[in-house]
T-cell receptor, first 114, second 114 residues
Framework: NAGVMQNPRHLVRRRGQEARLRCSPM?????VYWYRQLPEEGLKFMVY????????ESGMPKERFSAEFPKEGPSILRIQQVVRGDSAAYFC????????????FGPGTRLLVL | DQQVKQNSPSLSVQEGRISILNCDYT??????FLWYKKYPAEGPTFLIS?????DKNEDGRFTVFLNKSAKHLSLHIVPSQPGDSAVYFC?????????????FGTGTLLAVQP
């Protein structure tokens, strides 16, 4: 029973480059959530997706950030033209259903922007 | 606007004693609460949850108490073990909203001394 998979685990980018973070949910889970943890802070919700649909992106910065969860393949969080303030740990979580359901987290991707 | 608060950034407890971690929330619409444990460089690991229709839930050494009138929940670990040393996050979600996004507290670092 594989858990939530995220890759890469560590990603280094220079300012202005693009970062692509991938998340494969647990088997049988069709709900995916992305969270960001800035240094010395708690996790902050970014976006909630189901297959091929973005349900809630209220936590996503308005520019440069996008997310998708295609019919086939992992969910992708894409950050264009990265800046130093994007340096953080990005966690993906998945759940089987939406309501009153535990979200299970992946190990995270640590993004460092130089 | 911190809707979920963990006012103790750290807690130190002797092995074998009880650890009590506290969490307060402000949004009365929250109806499902979870505790996660997190080690450095790993993703949060689900520990225990409670829905708003209950005031207590137990799982082995872990018990969560919910006081809705005070908008307060606590996690009791007894007996505490050195392996419990980690950061503990409380999280809340709003069932009945469009999403099941989790709102996290800032975490409490628990150190269990042998």
């Amino acid at each position: 029973n594989a858990g939530v998979m995220q890759n890469p685990r560590h990603l280094v980018r220079r300012r202005g480059q693009e970062a692509r973070l991938r998340c494969s949910p647990m088997k049988g889970h069709s709900h995916v959530y992305w969270y960001r943890q800035l240094p010395e802070e708690g996790l902050k919700f970014m976006v909630y997706l189901q297959k091929e649909n973005i349900i809630d992106e209220s936590g996503m910065p308005k520019e440069r950030f996008s997310a998708e969860f295609p019919k086939e393949g992992p969910s992708i969080l894409r950050i264009q033209q990265v800046v130093r303030g994007d340096s953080a740990a990005y966690f993906c979580a998945s759940s089987r259903y939406r309501d009153l359901e535990t979200q299970y987290f992946g190990p995270g991707t640590r993004l460092l922007v130089l | 606007d911190q809707q979920v608060k963990q006012n103790s950034p750290s807690l130190s407890v002797q092995e074998g004693r009880i650890s009590i971690l506290n969490c307060d929330y402000t949004n009365s619409m929250f109806d499902y609460f979870l505790w996660y444990k997190k080690y450095p460089a790993e993703g949060p690991t689900f520990l225990i949850s409670i829905s708003s229709i209950k005031d207590k839930n137990e799982d082995g050494r872990f018990t969560v108490f919910l006081n809705k009138s005070a908008k307060h929940l606590s996690l009791h670990i007894v007996p505490s073990q050195p392996g419990d040393s980690a950061v503990y996050f409380c999280a809340a979600s709003d069932y009945g909203g469009a999403t099941n996004k989790l709102i996290f507290g800032t975490g409490t670092l628990l150190a269990v001394q042998p």
